[in-house]
């Protein structure tokens, strides 16, 4: 097994985390990136391996409007400042990976007022993703309707040279991968050929690419990624608990299974993007949540403050991500106590993944099936170990996880 296959991330939205300014006064540059420093020791205790870091680059607001991929946000302090981090996750045995947003940039990234001001610099096209034909002027065409969000011009060989340099910048300072935000909405083609250039240099690194809809498997061979968010299964877990309806989990475990016989699927229940886990089901049945996300293939993460049982909302509004993108204490101590039983029960689950390696690339084999009571069996890949978890909603929600009818752990 390779490293990517004892990874279990603990994800972190730095601008969040660290408290940074979002769109308000942002004049007075901060290390704030250097209060991570103090909770490194807290993922490696909660039995994490490596740290996910959201956008770190320097941006216009939230992170996903990036203004210059090669310089550290000054809300969150200088290039010292992260590698003064990633040193001290190399020295505790951390792996870093980091959040690249090259689906579009920020409007007011310098290059494109200038490429708007000069005009397109090559035959086939600038950088950006610009309608030059637009009544009243060139218009540069935006990502999902958000209008500060830029396209970039992905057919464009000058966009693939420019992702292609970011990528091995950041590698080449020691960080060991990337998340690929928005990669759904730019053609697979693009990737296979930024990645082309980047991996004879940093073989090792490992690529997963954010993927809502659609064929992961296709998505990740013809883009040459190694993995894909599994959006699939992260609904159908949270999906199912909350409705009593086990049969929605079953199926798509049927389909995950189809999935690992390609790739090793990016797996979670909470990210930046979504309502938190516990609001959204109570915090009993996350822990059934968690139990499922532990006990299948993938290369799970954990959304920070969800070992902690935290709760917020998504909202669709400007600002409505801040909830579920909070700051944290300066030290894990001032966490507040009442968490203190979703961590525990986050330390054995993932613990009892640890204990058991195999798990990354195992598939399950339903046992038992009704609406509100489910079993399943990950199995190795070469048959030679699992584990049967038993899932209960019935009278309230209860999981057990045994080895050869022997349980292991239960909630």
Known sequence: MNWVEHAIWWHVYPLGFCGAPIREDRSTPEPRLRRLLGW??????????????????????????????????????????????????????????????????????????????????????????????????PHPRVFEGHESLVRLNHRSPQTVDYVADVLTAWLDRGIDGWRLDAAYSVDPAFWAQVLARVRPRHPDAWWFAEVIHGDYAAFS?????????????????????????????????????????????????????????????????????????????????????DEQAFTAVKEDRDGGDDAIRP??????AQLAPWGLRTYRAYQDLIGLRRRHPWLTTATTE?????????????????????????????????????????PLWHA
Not at 327 to 332: G, Q, R
Not at 372 to 381: D, G, I, L, N, Q
Request: with cysteine; aromatic share 8%; net charge negative.
């Open 40 to 137: 490194l020791d807290y993922a490696i205790e909660l039995g994490t391996s490596g740290l996910l870091l959201g956008p770190i680059f320097t941006a216009q607001t939230h992170g996903y409007d990036t203004l210059d991929h090669h310089g550290i946000d000054p809300r969150l302090g200088t290039l010292q400042d992260f590698e003064d981090l990633l040193a001290a996750c190399r020295t505790r045995g951390l792996r870093v990976l980091l959040d690249g947003v090259f689906s579009h940039v920020g409007r007011h990234h310098p290059d494109l007022r200038q490429t708007l001001q000069e005009g397109p610099a090559s035959p086939t096209g600038p950088m950006f993703d610009i309608d030059w034909q637009a009544p009243g002027g």
């Open 221 to 305: 061979a013809s883009s040459r990624v190694d993995s894909v968010t599994q959006y699939e299964l992260w609904k159908a877990i949270w999906s199912s608990l909350l409705d009593r309806n086990f049969h929605e989990l079953d199926w798509a475990l049927q389909r995950h299974n189809g999935f690992l016989r390609h790739l090793t699927p990016q797996t979670f229940i909470g990210n930046h993007d979504v309502t938190r886990i516990a609001t959204t089901i109570g915090p009993d049945a996350a822990l059934l949540a968690t139990a499922i996300l532990m006990t299948v293939g993938g290369i799970p993460s954990v959304y920070y403050g």
């Open 327 to 332: 700051a944290f204490p300066d030290t894990p």
């Open 366 to 406: 339903t046992l038992h099936l009704e609406n509100t009571r489910y079993s399943y069996r990950a199995r190795a890949r070469d048959h030679t170990d699992y584990l049967d978890v038993h899932l209960d909603l019935q009278t309230h929600p209860a999981v057990t996880i045994g080895d050869h009818n022997h």
